[in-house]
């Protein structure tokens, strides 16, 4: 797997059956828009420029909880308690 140091990162990585898996793209909406594909595409294409017309089978969104500084949160809440 790979990801960058981007503000939003890419992350992407080779599935068990050989095809490319690749995320990284924020909106700050409730619901995903529905060209997501083509904001992918765009970053595919900035990393491997000969990919920039390969077929996208499948693109979907979610919910991310990133802190602000974008540094893991690790705090001993109670005693013997930790929260990451």
């Known amino acids: 797997?790979?990801?960058?140091?981007?503000?939003?990162?890419?992350y992407f990585r080779k599935s068990?059956?050989?095809r490319?898996?690749?995320g990284g793209?924020?909106?700050y909406a409730v619901n995903d828009p529905k060209d997501i594909h083509i904001h992918i595409r765009r970053q595919i294409a900035?990393?491997?420029?000969s990919l920039?017309?390969?077929e996208i089978t499948h693109g979907w969104g979610g919910y991310v909880g990133?802190?602000?500084?974008r540094k893991p949160?690790?705090?001993e809440v109670m005693p013997n308690v930790i929260s990451v």
């Open 1 to 10: 797997a790979v990801d960058d140091s981007r503000f939003v990162v890419r």
């Open 16 to 18: 068990k059956d050989g």
């Open 20 to 22: 490319l898996l690749f």
């Open 25 to 27: 793209r924020e909106i």
């Open 46 to 49: 900035e990393i491997y420029p």
């Open 52 to 54: 920039k017309d390969v």
């Open 66 to 69: 990133i802190t602000v500084p």
């Open 73 to 75: 949160f690790v705090r």
